[in-house]
């Protein structure tokens, strides 16, 4: 059984940064698609960036050129660095692996999450 826990959340003021990250069990977990999602309260659940088993990664055009996402090689952390942040990125982001991906390249069908860490971004 995978278990994903995601750390780094908190509060920030717009233009600020965040680093998100996300410990697989087992840590040498490797899905075709790992990735990060996002709730905001009454939207639906989003997909926000993807890194995928040949080492490509995708964003959705709202955090592109602000976010990166990255795996650490020695820690096998997934992270996501979140940069000039807006308060339109609050929301709840989960760590999620899928099998398959979206015609993004985004991670489609998640069957593995974490529980959640909190952003919220202030005017």
């Known amino acids: 059984q995978v278990q994903l826990m995601e750390s780094g959340g908190g509060s920030v003021q717009a233009g600020g940064s965040l680093k998100l990250s996300c410990a697989a069990s087992?840590?040498?977990?490797?899905?075709?698609?790992f990735g990060w999602f996002r709730q905001a309260p009454g939207k639906e659940r989003e997909p926000v960036a993807s890194l995928l088993g040949s080492g490509s990664t995708y964003f959705t055009p709202s955090v592109k050129a602000r976010f990166i996402i990255s795996r650490d090689s020695a820690t096998k952390f997934l992270y996501l660095q979140m940069n000039n942040l807006e308060p339109e990125d609050s929301a709840m982001y989960y760590c999620a692996a899928a099998d398959t991906i979206d015609r993004s390249g985004l991670c489609l069908g998640a069957h593995y999450w974490g529980q959640g860490t909190q952003v919220t971004v202030s005017s």
């Open positions: 087992p840590a040498n977990y490797r899905p075709p698609c």
